[in-house]
């Protein structure tokens, strides 16, 4: 996706939208689904999934409730920071900018899991 122009419009699109806005949730499942299209013709199959399930999300809660992965541990003393959907939707539309690096894949298979978790 780094090296395909339609996709990084869509993607700058979203962001402008996200950070101008917040999130209008049926222009933003809109952006996704055009950007999932761009995931299945460049063979991203966790991409793919992972825009798949955020749309689908948005579709049935009108936000975006997934939290931004972290590996810190939460407890009384520690607990989490406050995160905004539009914080984590930009977070999440980041990772999708570099698909290829591992940490980004990893971290949107985290989304991934939490926004199947969270469709059950």
């Known amino acids: 996706m780094e090296d395909n122009k339609r996709a990084n419009q869509v993607i700058r699109n979203i962001v402008n939208d996200l950070e101008q806005n917040g999130i209008i ?10 950007l999932r299209e761009h995931a299945v013709a460049e063979q991203k199959p966790v991409v793919a999934k992972a825009l798949r399930l ?8 009108e936000t975006f409730a997934a939290p931004i992965p972290t590996e810190d541990e939460y407890d009384e003393e520690n607990p989490p920071e406050k995160i905004t959907g539009t914080e984590s939707m930009l977070y999440f539309i980041n990772l ?8 980004n894949k990893q971290e ?3 989304y991934i899991a939490f926004l199947e978790d969270f469709s059950i």
């Open 25 to 34: 949730y049926n222009t933003l499942s809109e952006n996704l689904k055009k």
């Open 96 to 103: 999708i900018k570099k698909p290829g690096n591992p940490i």
């Open 54 to 61: 955020a749309f689908e999300h948005l579709d049935e809660f």
């Open 108 to 110: 949107l298979r985290s």
